[in-house]
């Protein structure tokens, strides 16, 4: 998030130029001819005046975001309301200016994360990811993260990049912009895709269909995997051995089937599911078994079953959607 305008104070011994640098304006000289605080023209005015009606009043100039520039130099940028003052001005009369400060350069100093994902460790090592923008309050949307190949939302954020153009990607998390707090948390500003991100951690059935892999062998399997991913670690159509999984955890050894009603109605199907679970149990491996009826039907339910059995705290307990969307 970028500020629409600035005003730009060049300070000498003698004078202060103002410059305004706006994206629908244009940049231009305001005045040149200030001669110090309180002097009466426009551009002292600008710094003073405020804006907005019998119930409120707003600065028009953010003073306290200044920056300096240069020793000579401060930037401010105008405050959401204080934009109104640049409507009355008749820019004709004003002489365009073509210095070397410019509006992308001062975006990159202004600028205001939409969104701020905030990572934490815990004292047994593993990481704890939160979350906050304007439409999702600040909660946990992922626990027990391990660095590495780690498939929890969280992670898939970090790791998630947007197309600035058609031949450019770029990261929505800006690494380089990351602080840390005194209680050590990582803050992570993301400045771009905030709204879709929002969207999939509020469970939006028309964003989370586009975070899906395309690899499932069947409906159910996907059904699934776009709200169970939530809460747990998941790996799909992982491989044990010679066999394929629909869902592993693999470190605890944790494997979920989905039985639908076509590929497991034959003999043949059902041996061969039983011999495969005999062979994982051999391998300390558990299998859990879910039937069509119940992910079509009660599908939070089972998620619910699964991070009971498998001791995982749900992130989404307090903010369920309808499931079946």
Known sequence: MTPDHYTVVYTDHIRRIFVVISEAFGNFVLTKECKGDGCGCIGCVLLQATVGNNEEQYPILDIERGEELDATLMAYPFTEEGGIFLLGLKHEKYKRYNGTVTKPKLDEIFRTPDALLIVRTEPDGTFTHSYISPTVEQRVIAKGCKSGNCPCVGCRIVDMYYAASPDKVVPAIDRTKARATKDGEL???????????????????????????????????????????????????????????????????????????????????????????????????????????????????????????????????????????
Do not use: M
Request: aromatic share 12%; hydrophobic share 35%; net charge negative.
């Open 187 to 325: 803050v992570l500003p993301i400045f771009e895709d905030e709204e879709i991100i929002s969207k999939l951690l509020n469970r939006d059935p028309a964003i989370r269909h586009e975070f899906t892999p395309n690899i499932f062998d069947s409906p159910l399997e996907q059904i699934f995997y776009e709200l169970a991913f939530f809460d747990l670690h998941i790996y799909p159509q992982h491989k044990v051995g010679k066999y394929r999984l629909d869902f592993a955890i693999p470190d605890k050894k944790i494997a979920i089937e989905l039985d639908g009603h076509e590929y497991h109605k034959t003999k043949y199907q059902r041996t061969h599911d039983a011999q495969r679970d005999r062979w994982l149990f051999g391998q300390g491996w558990h299998v859990l078994r879910f039937t069509g009826t119940e992910i079509y039907h009660n599908l939070d339910n089972c998620i619910a079953e699964v991070c009971s059995l498998t001791g995982v705290e749900r992130v989404t307990d307090f903010h369920r959607h309808d499931t079946n969307s």
